[in-house]
């Protein structure tokens, strides 16, 4: 089993910056990615950038600027930069890993429980 454990949420002004992270744990055998996704009320979850093994990112276009993913592989740990923050910004964010348990495994998805954003005008 794997856990997810999220930190860095909290209240900030518009243009203002917040980091999160994600730290994974239990039966890891490798992570093949990491990333981010953000729900806001009412929305469906949407993907806000991931980062594979090989520091490879993909970041939404409306954080692209703004927005930096990273990772730290020997702690199995991804962060997300989060600068000039918009009211728009705000959603609760999501943690994912592709997590390979074994070394037969070819990759399970696992989420953080979320941790909120709120950016005020």
């Known amino acids: 089993q794997v856990q997810l454990v999220e930190s860095g949420g909290g209240l900030v002004q518009a243009g203002g910056s917040l980091s999160l992270s994600c730290a994974a744990s239990?039966?890891?055998?490798?992570?093949?990615?990491m990333g981010w996704y953000r729900q806001a009320p009412g929305k469906t979850r949407a993907l806000v950038a991931v980062?594979?093994?090989?520091?490879?990112?993909n970041i939404a276009d409306s954080v692209k600027g703004r927005f930096t993913i990273s990772r730290d592989n020997a702690k199995n740990t991804v962060f997300l930069q989060m600068n000039s923050l918009k009211p728009e910004d705000t959603a609760v964010y999501y943690c994912?890993?592709?997590?390979?348990?074994?070394?037969?495994?070819?990759?399970?998805?696992?989420w953080g429980q979320g941790t909120q954003v709120t950016v005020s005008s």
């Open positions: 994912i890993a592709d997590v390979r348990s074994t070394w037969s495994d070819r990759g399970s998805n696992y």
């Open positions: 239990g039966t890891i055998f490798m992570i093949n990615a």
């Open positions: 980062i594979t093994s090989d520091g490879s990112t």
